[in-house]
């Protein structure tokens, strides 16, 4: 893996493991959406049970998916720690503020905080469907005659304070998604005359997604 060697080839990989999750998230939110349409979860439990039945989805695309997410976290450390030895006596007076922005110099901590929300919202999702499926072997994806999915949402979001941990983390998304977009195009050397439509285009998507997530939770959280 000669192009992980570089300080560009690893942020290159960065750019391209951060694209794929986007991608992901963008999908993720379509879905989850639907569960908030006037038709009592119908449409959200045909496509969850589709996801969650389906051979590619689960047998290609999700090994896919969680090699992403793992590698987009270990090379974020890898990056953090690089960054930080690059410059073995630290500068007398390291005035950040003055060149970059804040969040750009904690992308660590909001990823910190992502890392967090994912563990917790594994064990509130990913978990019990690995449970039901592989090793009960369920895959009807009913319970007592009716399609489980939205129930199943439903009721994780009665808790106050899984809901106000999924908000805080959905903040942090937001702020992470805010720099991380920009700077992944940056990476990919997307720079150029199309640099503002770009710069629209993320700003729309880090603040519209992490937005969409928290209307979804407040949504189930007063409506059951
Ligand atoms: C209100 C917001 C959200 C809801 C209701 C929700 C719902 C769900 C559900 C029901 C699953 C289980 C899917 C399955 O395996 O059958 C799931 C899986 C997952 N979610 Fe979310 N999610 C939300 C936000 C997020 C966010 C913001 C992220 C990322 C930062 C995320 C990342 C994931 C990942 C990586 C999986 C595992 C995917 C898989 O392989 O199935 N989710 N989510």
Redesign the pocket.
């Known amino acids: 893996m000669g192009l992980l060697k570089s300080s560009i080839g690893r942020k290159f990989a960065m750019a391209l493991s951060a694209f794929f999750?986007m991608f992901?998230?963008l999908q993720?939110?379509a879905i989850?959406i639907t569960?908030i349409f006037p038709d009592n979860g119908a449409t959200f439990n045909k496509l969850?049970h589709f996801?969650?039945t389906n051979g590619l989805?689960q047998y290609v695309?999700?090994p896919i998916?969680?090699f992403g997410?793992v590698f987009h976290f270990v090379m974020g450390f890898i990056l953090e720690l690089k960054n930080n030895s690059a410059r073995k006596v630290s500068y007398a007076k390291n005035n950040g503020a003055a060149n970059s922005t804040w969040m750009s110099r904690n992308m660590i901590w909001s990823g910190l905080a992502?890392l967090a929300?994912?563990v917790l919202?594994?064990i509130?999702?990913?978990f019990p469907?690995?449970n039901t499926k592989f090793i009960q072997g369920d895959w009807s994806g009913l319970h007592d005659g009716e399609f489980r999915?939205f129930h199943?949402?439903q009721h994780?979001?009665l808790s106050p304070i899984r809901v106000g941990a999924?908000v805080v983390?959905?903040v942090f998304?937001a702020m992470h998604l805010l720099h991380g977009f920009n700077s992944a195009f940056q990476s990919v050397g997307a720079n150029n005359k199309y640099t503002k439509g770009l710069k629209t285009f993320s700003k729309i998507y880090a603040i519209g997604?992490?937005v969409g997530?928290?209307i979804?939770?407040l949504f189930?959280h007063f409506n059951h």
């Open positions: 999750l992901f998230l993720h939110f989850n569960s969850s996801m969650g989805v695309m999700q998916l969680i997410v992502i929300f994912v919202h594994f509130d999702f990913w469907e690995i999915y199943e949402l994780k979001f999924y983390a959905f998304l997604i992490p997530f928290i979804i939770a189930h």
